[in-house]
């Protein structure tokens, strides 16, 4: 639940992209599939960051991968925010996941 929560407010920060797709009948699918995205990258870095840092326990690794992801995903919505174009669901979630880094 985190993480669409994460997502909804992410969609909030960028113009209004939640009503746009909300407008669309996007909304629950382009949801799903962000948070899911949102999710893999989170535990990705987190596995990451266990094998590089010894020093933090498992909760401070996490917090500081969860907020890695999150702006990452602030950034990669950017783009689509200042569209006044119709949002195609296929192209935001290419564009999301082209752009995700391999964690």
């Known amino acids: 639940m985190l993480y669409k929560t994460v997502v909804m407010e992410l969609m909030e ?5 939640r009503e746009k797709l909300r407008g669309e009948g996007n909304l629950l699918a382009s949801l799903e599939l962000l948070a899911g995205n949102l999710r893999e990258r989170h535990r990705g870095l987190v596995a990451e960051m266990q094998g590089s840092r010894a020093d933090g326990g498992f909760s401070e690794i996490s917090s500081a991968a969860l907020e890695i992801a999150v702006q990452e995903m602030r ?19 290419q564009e999301i996941v082209r752009r995700s880094p391999v964690g």
Request: aromatic share 4%; no cysteine; net charge negative.
């Open 13 to 17: 920060e960028n113009g209004g992209l």
């Open 75 to 93: 950034d990669r919505m950017t783009a689509f925010s200042d569209s006044d174009e119709t949002i195609d669901l296929d192209q935001l979630l």
